[in-house]
């Protein structure tokens, strides 16, 4: 029998000793800084980042699994540290000084960021613009939602410039002139991962700060091909939620999810993905509806006692119903909602 991957076996490690145990107490308050001390010092935010910078290169493979492992744990504590995978890669790809002065830090945990970007997917609307100012950017406007305040270093924050570019530039997660943050949100899952909304009223970012810009229908057909794939975190989610069922119950959703799964995970590695982009976005959904299903199954198993706040299966049933909004986009939820109709 192969060993794990050592990032796997940290993961696992971290979420049987510290996330698991702890999970219903975090969901009725924050992610503790413990949690994301013990991530940082892990290597997992290294996950995606160059060897020469720190990181690990890992495998999709190896990201999946792990990404699987924490969700299922504590999915406030993966929400928040999953934001971070994106700055990473974004750096990794960056050709701009920024890259230099970040890439390394978020690598090794040293710096832990969020990311500010889901309102590009309202355009043609425009919640943020980016306008040119003294030698940088200015931002404007409205980001609707910001997972990891007070938890996070800095962010990635992203705005559409007047040629209609999508422009991505690094801030510090903090109040400062021009950036100022609601409350965090109370919300039916997830409100332990503090999210806030900003407001954006002039805050300006020098050009060193900016690592993509890029046409946003550029970026956006990037995004809609990696939003088509079923999120890892949906079969972490679903997995927990099928031991808290006898075995009679569990076979066969734990059959459908096996399936699902492998199918899902090898059109995500196909070589040539965008000939099965239909098939992607259906799998997508049936994971969804496979996570209902083993979540409302562990919530009827657990009978009144799945009521109470502090219930690991009620938690995973509200947990279920925020990853199927997470990342939604507009052809995601178009097909998830025609599958509801049958």
């Known amino acids: 029998m192969t060993a794990p991957h050592p990032l796997v076996a940290r993961a ?11 999970a219903e107490q975090v969901d009725q308050g ?26 690990a ?17 504590c999915c406030s504590t993966w929400f928040v540290q999953t934001q971070h995978h994106t700055p990473v890669l974004t750096l990794a790809r960056s050709e701009g000084p920024v890259r230099e002065r970040l890439l390394g830090r978020l690598a090794t945990g040293e710096l832990l960021s969020g990311v500010a970007y889901a309102h590009l997917r309202a355009y043609p609307r425009t919640p943020v613009r980016a306008t040119r100012e003294r030698g940088g950017w200015r931002f404007d406007g409205t980001v609707p939602w910001y997972t990891g305040w007070g938890l996070n270093d800095v962010m ?61 229908e550029q970026w956006a057909a990037t995004d809609r091909e990696r939003t088509a794939n079923t999120n890892p975190a949906v079969f972490g989610v679903t997995g927990t939620a099928l031991t808290l069922l ?16 492998g199918e899902a995970y090898a059109l995500a590695d196909h070589p040539a993905p965008h000939g099965r982009h239909a098939r992607r976005p259906a799998l997508r959904t049936q994971a969804y509806e496979l996570m209902r299903a083993v979540t409302t199954a562990a919530v009827v198993a657990g009978g009144g006692r799945s009521m109470l706040l502090t219930n690991r299966a009620q ?26 109709a049958g």
């Open 57 to 73: 290169a890992a495998s999709s493979a190896v990201v999946r699994e792990t990404a699987e492992i924490l969700a299922g744990a």
């Open 246 to 261: 006898d075995e009679d119950t569990a076979a066969p959703f734990r059959a459908r999810l096996t399936a699902l799964r």
């Open 315 to 340: 938690r995973l049933a509200r947990e279920a119903l925020f990853l199927m909004v997470q990342g939604q986009t507009h052809a995601s939820r178009t097909a998830h909602l025609a599958a509801l």
């Open 30 to 55: 924050e992610v503790p800084a413990g949690h994301l001390a013990e991530i940082r010092r892990s290597g997992l935010l290294g996950l995606h980042a160059p060897k020469e910078y720190g990181g």
């Open 156 to 216: 990635l924050l992203a705005g559409v410039t007047e040629a209609d570019e999508a422009l991505f530039a690094f801030a510090e997660a903090r109040p400062q002139p021009g950036m100022r943050p609601s409350a965090p949100m109370r919300l039916a899952a997830l409100s332990a991962a503090r999210t806030v909304s900003l407001e954006l009223d002039g805050l300006w970012l020098p050009e060193e700060a900016v690592a993509l810009r890029t046409p946003y």
């Open 12 to 22: 696992r490690r971290l979420a049987e000793d510290l996330l698991a145990p702890q």
